[in-house]
C-alpha cells in the first residue's frame, strides 16, 4: 500500500480499536464509548431513509439489486441498506471496523470485506445497482479519494446510481486553521486514547471531471453539513448512462 494511504489505514484501525462507534460517527456526548448500538444503528436507518428518499425525488431509483456502502466502517449504513437491496457488500480499510460490522450484522445481507489496496479490484466492473459513501472520502488524502471515486464509478452498472459526499473545500482562513490544527495536535498528545480525524478536500472540478469521464451524468452537487462548519461539502447523485 501507498505510505500516505497505509499512514490514514493505520490511524483508522487505531481509532477503531480505541472508540469505534464515536470514531464513525463524532457526536460530543457520545465521546468515550458512550453511543448506544441501538441508538447509533437507527442513525443509519434516517440517513439512508433520507437519501433514498432524495434518490428517488430525483429520478435515479436503481434497480433494488446489488449495493455498495465504501468506508462501511461498523456497518451503520450498511445494515440500513440491506433492508432495502437484496444483497449489500460494506468494504472498510480498518481490520476492526470490518471485525465489528459482522458481529453488529443482524441482517444476513451484507457481506463485508477489508480492502487496503488503492482500488477497488475485488469488484468487478458494473457489479452494483448502488454504490454510496459518506463520510470517508473526506478521510483519504485526495490523490487516493480521486482514484476511489474512480473506482465507484467503474464498480456501478449501467443504469445505477451513485450517491457520495466529499468537501469541496475549507471555510476557515489559514492562521485560524493552524491554530486549530496545533490546539488538536495538543490535545491528541496529553489523551493518547482519543481518536484523531484527519480532513482533505476533494474538490469539486475534479468530481465532475471523473464522472463525466467514466460516463456518469451527475443529477445534483448539493451543499451537505456532513463535513462540519469548517468545510464547504457536497453531495453527488449521477447515474451510469446505459
Ligand atoms: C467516519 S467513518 C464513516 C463510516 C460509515 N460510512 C458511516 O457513515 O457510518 C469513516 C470510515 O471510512 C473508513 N476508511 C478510511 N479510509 C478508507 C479507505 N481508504 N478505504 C476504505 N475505507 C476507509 C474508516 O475506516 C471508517 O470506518
Not at 78 to 90: D, S
Not at 220 to 230: L, T
Request: hydrophobic letters at 40%; glycine letters at 8%; one cysteine or more.
Amino acid at each position: 500500500m501507498p505510505g500516505e494511504l497505509d499512514g490514514s489505514a493505520d490511524l483508522w484501525e487505531r481509532n477503531a480499536r480505541t472508540d469505534p462507534l464515536w470514531a464513525v460517527l463524532a457526536a460530543p456526548d457520545k465521546k468515550g464509548r458512550r453511543w448506544n448500538a441501538t441508538e447509533f444503528f437507527k442513525t443509519g436507518e434516517r440517513d439512508v431513509a433520507e437519501i433514498l428518499g432524495y434518490v428517488d425525488v430525483r429520478g435515479a431509483r436503481p434497480r433494488m439489486g446489488r449495493a455498495l456502502d465504501f468506508g462501511c466502517g461498523v456497518g451503520r449504513l450498511t445494515q440500513a441498506l440491506a433492508t432495502c437491496f437484496e444483497r449489500v457488500e460494506g468494504v472498510d480499510v480498518s481490520p476492526t471496523m470490518i471485525e465489528l460490522a459482522r458481529q453488529y450484522d443482524r441482517t444476513g445481507r451484507c457481506t463485508f470485506s477489508v480492502n487496503t489496496a488503492p482500488d477497488l479490484k475485488l469488484f468487478a466492473d458494473g457489479a452494483f445497482d448502488f454504490a454510496l459513501s459518506i463520510l470517508v472520502l473526506q478521510h483519504i488524502p485526495s490523490p487516493f479519494a480521486i482514484g476511489y471515486v474512480r473506482e465507484l464509478c467503474r464498480v456501478v452498472g449501467p443504469g445505477g446510481t451513485l450517491f457520495f459526499q466529499a468537501p469541496h473545500q475549507r471555510h476557515v482562513p489559514l492562521r485560524q486553521r493552524r491554530a486549530t490544527a496545533l490546539r488538536r495536535l495538543a490535545a491528541w498528545m496529553l489523551r493518547r486514547e482519543s481518536v484523531e480525524l484527519a480532513m482533505y478536500a476533494l474538490p469539486q472540478d475534479e468530481v465532475r471531471e471523473i464522472l463525466r469521464s467514466s460516463g456518469l451524468d451527475l443529477i445534483e452537487a448539493r451543499p451537505d453539513v456532513w463535513a462540519g462548519d469548517d468545510w464547504e461539502s457536497f453531495t453527488y447523485l449521477a447515474r451510469k448512462l446505459v
